[in-house]
């Protein structure tokens, strides 16, 4: 399956997602490409759209293969094997956590918008991005989900890895993917239009979750 822009991918992922889904729930969007998979979703079920300050650690050398991901608690999961693969020292591994933690910072500033943890303890999460590779950042996502008070947690997105996908199915309460593929290379291969998502679509894209939400 190949969709043709995360906006379509979302639409696809409200359809799946209509059956099960159980009011109430926050919708949380990790940015920047999962705030534009999540909106269809606000627009469906009117659903409040928080984002989740989480990313992924990289290191220089091999900037698309993440070794972990941090939350905007600085609580970071790191897998040991990419990092001996990686050949990453001790040093290199907190270099790259505080890079990722000023990134996350200069997030919350720019996009003004309240993090998830604002929304709990108490609703539901249904925690959405444009697809799991390694899913180390989703990982992430989910512990801060749980660690805040969510009632449950839905992991949705379009597409995932087989092994990023055993994993979700593994810790979530839900999970939901329309494409699992057990030769999976990369997130962008599953989409016709995969550009960069910016900080000033970002914004438009808060701004409208903002007027449709009934939560």
Same mark, same amino acid.
């Given at each position: 399956?190949?969709?043709r822009?995360?906006?379509e991918?979302?639409?696809?992922?409200? &359809?799946?997602l209509?059956?099960?889904?159980?009011?109430? @729930?926050?919708?949380?969007?990790?940015p920047?490409?999962?705030?534009t998979?999540?909106?269809?979703?606000?627009?469906?079920? +009117?659903?409040?759209?928080a984002?989740?300050?989480?990313? %992924?650690l990289?290191?220089?050398?091999a900037?698309? @293969?993440?070794?972990?991901?941090l939350?905007?608690?600085?609580?970071a999961?790191?897998?040991?094997?990419s990092?001996?693969?990686?050949?990453?020292? /001790?040093?290199?591994v907190? +270099?790259? %956590?505080?890079?990722?933690?000023?990134?996350?910072?200069?997030r919350m500033?720019?996009?003004?918008a /309240? /993090?998830? +943890?604002?929304?709990?303890?108490?609703p539901g999460?249904?925690?959405?991005d444009?697809?799991?590779?390694?899913?180390?950042t989703?990982?992430?996502?989910?512990?801060y989900?749980r660690?805040?008070?969510?009632r449950?947690?839905?992991?949705?997105?379009?597409?995932?890895?087989?092994?990023?996908?055993?994993e979700?199915e593994?810790?979530?309460?839900? @999970?939901v993917?329309?494409?699992?593929?057990?030769a999976?290379?990369?997130?962008?291969?599953?989409?016709? &239009? @995969?550009?960069s998502?910016r900080?000033?679509e970002v914004?438009?894209?808060?701004?409208?979750?903002?007027?449709?939400?009934t939560?």
């Amino acid at each position: 399956m190949t969709f043709r822009d995360r906006t379509e991918a979302g639409r696809a992922l409200g &359809d799946a997602l209509a059956p099960v889904l159980a009011p109430p @729930f926050v919708v949380g969007a990790i940015p920047r490409g999962g705030v534009t998979v999540a909106l269809p979703l606000v627009e469906r079920f +009117r659903a409040p759209l928080a984002l989740v300050y989480a990313s %992924k650690l990289t290191a220089p050398a091999a900037p698309e @293969f993440a070794f972990g991901a941090l939350d905007e608690d600085g609580r970071a999961h790191v897998d040991t094997g990419s990092v001996a693969l990686l050949g990453l020292s /001790p040093e290199d591994v907190e +270099r790259v %956590k505080e890079q990722v933690s000023g990134e996350i910072g200069r997030r919350m500033a720019v996009y003004g918008a /309240p /993090p998830l +943890r604002a929304h709990l303890p108490g609703p539901g999460v249904v925690l959405v991005d444009d697809g799991l590779a390694t899913g180390l950042t989703m990982r992430v996502a989910l512990a801060y989900a749980r660690r805040h008070g969510a009632r449950d947690v839905t992991v949705a997105v379009p597409c995932a890895s087989a092994p990023a996908a055993q994993e979700c199915e593994r810790v979530a309460d839900r @999970f939901v993917s329309l494409v699992v593929d057990p030769a999976f290379q990369a997130v962008g291969q599953y989409y016709l &239009d @995969f550009a960069s998502v910016r900080d000033d679509e970002v914004l438009v894209m808060l701004a409208r979750a903002a007027t449709l939400s009934t939560a």
